[in-house]
Nanobody, 121 residues
Framework: QVMVVESGGGFMQAGGSLRLSCAAS????????MGWYRQAPGKQRELVAS???????NYEDSVKGRFTISGDFAKNTAYLQMNSLKPEDTAVYYC???????????????WGQGTQVTVSS
């Protein structure tokens, strides 16, 4: 009923920048929160950044000052600007959206398929 699609991943040298995009579509009544998680092989998935409709943001400590999350909730989209990339940023990045659909009273968290970010030293 709801799809979340990420784009913008790829290969980048350390110190470079990438911009990830996330778009949610489907029977959406409202989205309250959108966020980005990442998971490296053999590691737990961790929150990178999130943003609410009120503009409140939350960042993982290691990306503070380097990454910026933004959202356009009217378009059901979110972005993650990643600057000063480091090899340890290498992971699959997943977008999520907390969505209230037009047919449900319950909000669910929907996930995208992930986009690979690889940073070389």
């Amino acid at each position: 009923q709801v799809m979340v699609v990420e784009s913008g991943g790829g290969f980048m040298q350390a110190g470079g920048s990438l911009r990830l995009s996330c778009a949610a579509s489907g029977s959406i009544f409202s989205i309250n929160v959108m966020g980005w998680y990442r998971q490296a092989p053999g590691k737990q998935r961790e929150l990178v950044a999130s943003i609410t409709t009120s503009g409140t943001t939350n960042y993982e400590d290691s990306v503070k000052g380097r990454f910026t999350i933004s959202g356009d909730f009217a378009k059901n989209t979110a972005y993650l600007q990643m600057n000063s990339l480091k090899p340890e940023d290498t992971a699959v990045y997943y977008c999520n959206a907390d969505v209230r659909t037009t047919s449900s009273l319950i909000a669910y968290r929907y996930w995208g398929q992930g986009t690979q970010v690889t940073v070389s030293s």
